[in-house]
């Protein structure tokens, strides 16, 4: 600090004045340029990303009854036999070759599953629950020897309506 102090000492008045000026002006530069308009964006974004969330809320709140009222209609009506529909589904979803039975029984089906990839057979009883309205009652799972396939039994409710 010393030799800058000397530096500045060394020069003429008239130096000194510019070196001053600049020094504010670079000053001031980084305080607008590197502080306030980046807190300044920071702080406009905020606010509306609250304006779209309090506009999202509104919609919520006045759209809630209707959306109540029609989520007991979401599913997916197809006509099938629950027994049907759930080997449909599961040929769609690539577990053809694992599917071992498929079978009513008293109010729901029934299916055996081997050497089946466990990832398929979660996104298999997400789409027949969320699409179709078929849960699962009871479920056995075990692993095979190869890593990623499993065997299982797997017994569904009758749709929900």
């Given at each position: 600090m010393n030799k800058l102090r000397a530096w500045y000492g060394g020069l003429q008045e008239r130096e000194q004045?510019?070196?001053?000026?600049?020094?504010?002006?670079?000053?001031?530069?980084v305080l607008v340029l590197g502080i306030l308009?980046?807190?300044h964006s920071a702080v406009s974004?905020?606010?509306?990303?609250?304006?779209?969330?309090r506009e999202d809320l509104k919609w919520m709140e006045l759209n809630a009854p209707e959306v109540r009222s029609a989520g007991a209609q979401m599913y997916a009506d197809t006509g099938e036999a629950p027994v049907v529909l759930v080997d449909r589904v599961g040929r769609e979803a690539g577990l053809a070759a694992?599917?071992?039975?498929?079978q009513p029984n008293?109010?729901?089906?029934?299916?055996?599953?081997?050497?089946?990839?466990?990832d398929t057979v979660v996104t298999w009883l997400a789409t027949l629950d969320e699409?179709?309205?078929l849960a699962v009652e009871s479920?056995?799972?075990d692993r095979t020897?190869?890593?990623?396939?499993?065997?299982?039994?797997?017994?569904?409710?009758?749709?929900?309506?």
């Open positions: 004045r510019v070196v001053a000026v600049g020094g504010i002006t670079v000053a001031v530069l308009l980046p807190l974004g905020a606010a509306r990303r609250n304006d779209a969330k694992a599917l071992r039975g498929t008293g109010t729901g089906v029934r299916v055996q599953l081997e050497g089946a990839a466990f699409r179709y309205g479920i056995t799972v020897a190869q890593p990623g396939l499993v065997n299982a039994s797997i017994t569904f409710t009758q749709p929900r309506r």
